[in-house]
């Protein structure tokens, strides 16, 4: 069955970096593209990063230039460097399964909190 697990969050100081990963399985990576999502509770969940089959990267304003989106096929994982974080970035980030950047996705993993506090 499809699986996506993320992990690598945490807790970081302002300024400090964190790289999350999602474990892919059940399904062929390099046919689909995936997409980060972060929420805070009693906040709308935001769309932070998609990479897609060809390896097309977008990011939110929110993280661009901060942030790298990136893919390992053979290893079925896809990662989010994250770097500079900001108090406003915590919350928990969620890696899904898409067709492409613009479509929904259609299965999810269970999120990593990343928790960014002096």
């Known amino acids: 069955q499809v699986q996506l697990v993320e992990s690598g969050g945490g807790l970081v100081q302002p300024g400090g970096s964190l790289r999350l990963s999602c474990a892919t399985s059940?399904?062929?990576?390099?046919?689909?593209?995936i997409r980060w999502f972060r929420q805070v509770p009693g906040k709308e969940r935001e769309g932070v990063s998609c990479?897609?089959?060809?390896?097309?990267?977008t990011y939110a304003d929110s993280v661009k230039g901060r942030s790298t989106i990136s893919r390992d096929n053979a290893q079925n994982m896809v990662y989010l460097q994250m770097n500079s974080l900001k108090f406003e970035d915590t919350a928990v980030y969620y890696c899904?399964?898409?067709?492409?950047?613009?479509?929904?996705?259609?299965?999810w993993g269970q999120g990593t909190q990343v928790t960014v506090s002096s």
């Open positions: 899904a399964r898409a067709t492409t950047c613009d479509r929904d996705p259609n299965y």
């Open positions: 059940g399904f062929t990576l390099a046919y689909y593209a």
């Open positions: 990479i897609s089959a060809s390896d097309h990267r």
